[in-house]
């Protein structure tokens, strides 16, 4: 069986003595897709920050593996309209994200430039990198940040609601590219999202959360839980 990447056991998050997130056991595995969903303040933003060692934890434990240690987790956030004018170059975009790999290195490696190369190849965007971030679709955009994510690391990947603003054929198309990491390269992937139902037929896994875990476990029995009908809207 394959040593988790991280693994909570019982685990609290919270701010200045009041626990947001409470009693949260799970784990995620090599090649896992587990979404986290739940209501607006049920704590997903809570839970992502101590995942990814933003917050410690008040009580409980949370382990990293090894391997995540020293490789690290490749993340991407909301977009800000901010982020989405950066006015830099698609290269620009995905080999920042290597800054992690540097050290006290002040330049960017010969090995950090063919990374970067070889995820824009992999998220087919090696032909947009000089284009300016800011002037792609949405989806170009989307693509442009998972490769980032991949120079971070590619054992774990964590998207905080990848698909808001995107139209229904781009969120298709992401999808299918985290579909085809996660199968094809392996890589893990940890989903915050409110499009569950996509959840249903995407991951493995599904945590509902609202401040402690309603339902952890297979994606495909979540439909059939009382707290999966509630919030599917009655679908059978």
Sequence with gaps: M???LLKCEHVDFGYENYDVV????????????????????SGKS???KGLLGLLKPTGGTITFSEELKRAGIGYLPQQTPAQRDFPATVREVVLSGCLGRLGLRPFYSQREWTLAKTNMEKLGILALKDACYRELSGGQKQRVLIARALCATDSLLVLD????????????????????????????????????????????KVLHLNQTVLYYGPAEAYRDTACGREFLGGEE
């Design 2 to 4: 394959n040593e988790p």
């Design 22 to 41: 409470r009693d949260v056991t799970m784990e995620i595995v090599c090649g896992d897709y587990l979404c986290i969903v739940g209501a607006n303040g």
């Design 46 to 48: 809570t839970l992502m």
């Design 161 to 204: 609601e990848p698909i808001t603003g995107l139209d229904p054929e781009t969120t298709q198309d992401f999808y299918h590219v985290i579909r085809h990491l996660n199968r094809a390269e392996g890589v893990a992937v940890l989903m915050v999202t409110h499009d569950i139902h996509n959840v249903i037929s995407q991951a493995k």
